[in-house]
């Protein structure tokens, strides 16, 4: 069974840096693109950044560019979203979600099957 786990949320001040965590397990093979999700109250659920599978291609929303970087460790199955300099606009319930689809990144949420629970970043002062 296809199983996804985000870690590493919390509250930080804003300025500093937090690393989210999605591991993945239940999986045929590594092609599968992770997409990191977001969603703040009052708000509709926005991409973030997603990886693929083989090629390391990324893609990230314009108000995280530079400041969030995306990465995956295969022999791991697990993929990283370091946040740094971080905003109070940034905080939401962040989610991962999978797709097992070879050479494919997407910011849409509806187009991944897989999701995990969330976790929650609050960045506030």
């Known amino acids: 069974q296809v199983q996804l786990v985000e870690s590493g949320g919390g509250l930080v001040q804003p300025g500093g840096s937090l690393r989210l965590s999605c591991a993945a397990s239940?999986?045929?093979?590594?092609?599968?693109?992770i997409g990191w999700f977001r969603q703040a109250p009052g708000k509709e659920r926005e991409g973030v950044s997603c990886?693929?599978?083989?090629?390391?291609?990324?893609y990230y929303t314009d108000s995280v560019k530079g400041r969030f970087t995306i990465s995956r460790d295969e022999t791991k199955n697990t993929v990283f979203l370091q946040m740094n300099s971080l905003k109070p606009e940034d905080t939401a319930v962040y989610y991962c979600?999978?797709?097992?689809?070879?050479?494919?990144?997407?910011?849409?949420?509806?187009?991944?099957?897989?999701w995990g629970q969330g976790t929650q970043v609050t960045v506030s002062s």
């Open positions: 239940g999986f045929t093979s590594d092609y599968y693109a």
């Open positions: 979600a999978a797709v097992p689809i070879y050479s494919y990144c997407s910011l849409y949420p509806r187009s991944y099957p897989y």
């Open positions: 990886i693929d599978s083989r090629r390391a291609g990324t």
